[in-house]
């Protein structure tokens, strides 16, 4: 098969697999008191340019729910796009993690929220009223479910009016490395700059085995972060191998430069497919993800010949480009549609 169908059908990089096989060579303290996982810390520490509190943990699930958990009482709501992945495929893990927190999902264009969107929620959520769940935070994709990117502009937007009420913000950034290659910002810029709070950093999705971290831009917030972490059961107790694959990945710009090269595969398979007859893109390509509306005859022949991709509820297809697509299988795609 050659796989469209997520970036996590892709393997690791060479350079992680390289630095968890050297990291398996003698001892190490575990539980993080290793030099990986103190490394990884400096290397986060230096890309944002500020002090970071930084807790590795194995799964996005757990790396969103566990931040959601530090910001959210069990009586607050957490605001997010009604496409979000905490709302839609995180199987309750939010609300589990935070004590019974409401997610409360609004709709937007292109998997964005709007500022508008917050605020009149927020005007008729009954804040005060003991009766209601109270509006605590905010939760931001980036890159966003549809595969769009948030502007530092937008998430400062956002972010004001979150914080002019009280609430504080959260960044899923599963695929946060795409978005930085796209925006060619500094992280900062799109981050504590721009008044998030928390970001869950994806390694898995670019490159990594099976690796995020939740990063505290005010390390005061997560004062107490690690007995949640110890509680909900991901404190790894051999840390190293976490923290291995970040440090890797992190260096020199790896994360990146991977990412670039998702971002620039998705757009050669965007440019080719819109050169075609017949073929719609649903929202603009900014990421890795493209969500396609194909003609039937389109669809099946791809599957025919053994392409993999996802066809979504609402009659779109979608494909995701990893770190590791070749063009040439980006191009025997566009090739077999050409010949159609």
Known sequence: MHDFRSDNVAGAAPQVMTALAAASSGTASPYGNDPWTARVTERLCAIFETEVAVFPVATGTAANSLALSALVPPYGAVLCHDEAHIAIDECGAPEFFTGGAKLVPLAGAHGKLTPDAVQRHIAKAGVGVVHRVQPAALSLTQATEAGTVYTPAEVEALVEAAH?????????????????????????EVTWRAGVD???????????LAAEAVVFFNPAMAEDFGFGRKRGGHLVSKMRFLSAQLDAWLEDGLWLRLAAHANAMADRLAAGLMALPGVELAHPVEANELFVRLPAAYAEALEAAGYGFYRWDDGTARFVTAFDTPAAVVDGLLDILRRL
């Not at 928390?198 to 990594?208: A, E, F």
């Open 164 to 188: 002019a009420n009280g609430m504080a913000v959260h960044m899923d950034g599963a695929r946060f490395a795409n978005a930085i290659a796209r925006l060619g910002c500094k992280p900062a």
């Open 198 to 208: 928390v970001l869950t950093l994806g390694g898995t999705k670019g490159g990594c």
